[in-house]
């Protein structure tokens, strides 16, 4: 395990690989987000309770998943970058929190705007939302405290532990609806059982889902880079 | 043992002769409480519902505000470093210090608790389990407090940070505190609310002295 940890360490090793599966990514991010749009938007029904209104769905649920996805991300990361000082492993964690946080207030302010018609109320003070608000402050306080030092070590450091405490709340975020009798609905995709949702509504959602995860991965390597050439920036600057 | 007498004695004698610092605490908590009367209105009833949790937000601000010394004033004077390379576990040393910070500020948070909560109308039935939660719950911020002020030492406006990382975490301690008292005010029995705060507790003294001490390695490393 070691072996493969380092192995993938080395940042001019990273470039080489990243740059040439970096168009194909971001290719297939834009294909598929635009093919779940016209799923979506145009070749599905209307919910027979919901209406139009539940197509908010197709950006809401892809987008709190990547909120998870990507906290669950940086926590593994942080915890490499702890474990075996791997510096791409922390450049990783750094590069995803924003991207975390976005996909955070995407899922928020969707499900804000699907929780007016639906329920008749703008937000509601349950588990799972409030849950998610928490995740999103734990993504601002992580930025906040690995930006907050003067010596950018430190706060690598210090934001990897935070990353590490702070992932209590992802499983909290995940039971949320099974564990407290909540407004939200409980999870309808992960079931032991098939999901609970109709194919011609689970295609453009599951597409929606890759694409998000294809868009997360690019601008996962794009903020790499910009990372290690801030610290390649960085050390010419105290050469001189 | 004598490690642990020394340390508590030497950091308890450090906030006796400043003498202010756990002061300035206890009078946040008075006047921050003071303030809902006067922004929500002074109707006896309405205070009488939220006055659980008036006294417990009182409670987790004040306790905020204090926390940024557990660790800084060694950490500005070089004793930090001692106390991190000397023989004995860092662990036990993080913890005596959680010890003297609860007995500097939960201690009194909970001793005057009781008193905001009669100006606040709050039901009779409801006090035991208002100086419950708070005698199970004002120890625990003073645990992840810790972890908080490890991981913003020697960062820039670490005072703001630290309420920013910490106050998130804060929020199961809140909840069953708030729990327990409702719970005591309605004539239902709090076990279950206090029992949550008590695994909570156990649960901050195994893994908080911990987590700190790997970052305050880090800090001196």
Known sequence: MPNIVHKFANPARFMRMADPVLPWLSLGAVVSITLALYFGIFASPADYQQGETVRIMYVHVPAAWMALFTYTTMALASGAFLIWKHPLADLSAQAAAPVGAAFTAIALITGSLWGQPMWGTWWVWDARLTSVLILFFLYLGYMALVNGFDDPERGSKMGAILALVGFVNVPIIKFSVDWWNTLHQPASISRLDAPAVDPSMLLPLLLMAVGFKLFFISILILRIKMHLLKKRIRSIQMID | ?221
């Open chain 2, 1 to 221: 043992m004598n490690c642990i007498k020394t340390i508590i004695g030497r950091d308890l004698s450090l906030v006796m002769r400043q003498g202010s610092d756990a002061f300035v605490v206890l009078i946040f908590f008075v006047v921050t409480v003071t303030l809902f009367p006067l922004g929500v209105g002074p109707d006896p009833l309405i205070l009488q519902n939220l006055a659980s949790g008036i006294v417990w937000i009182g409670a987790l601000l004040a306790a905020m505000l204090s926390l940024d010394r557990l660790f800084q004033l060694d950490y500005d004077d070089g004793s930090l470093e001692l106390l991190i390379l000397s023989p004995y576990p860092l662990e036990l040393v993080v913890l005596c210090k959680c010890l003297v910070h609860w007995l500097t500020t939960g201690l009194p948070i909970m001793l005057m608790s009781p008193l905001l909560a009669l100006m606040l109308n709050m039901k009779s039935t409801a006090y035991l389990s208002l100086i419950g939660s708070m005698a199970l719950g004002t120890p625990i911020i003073s645990l992840l407090g810790a972890v908080g002020a490890a991981l913003v030492l020697g960062s820039r406006r670490s005072g703001v940070l630290i309420t920013l990382l910490i106050i998130p975490l804060t929020i199961p301690i809140l909840l069953f505190g708030v729990a327990a008292i409702q719970a005591g005010s309605e004539g239902y029995s709090a076990s279950a609310p206090l029992m949550f705060l008590g695994a909570l507790l156990f649960f901050s003294i195994a893994l908080c002295p911990w987590i700190t001490a790997i970052s305050l390695k880090q800090v001196v490393s």
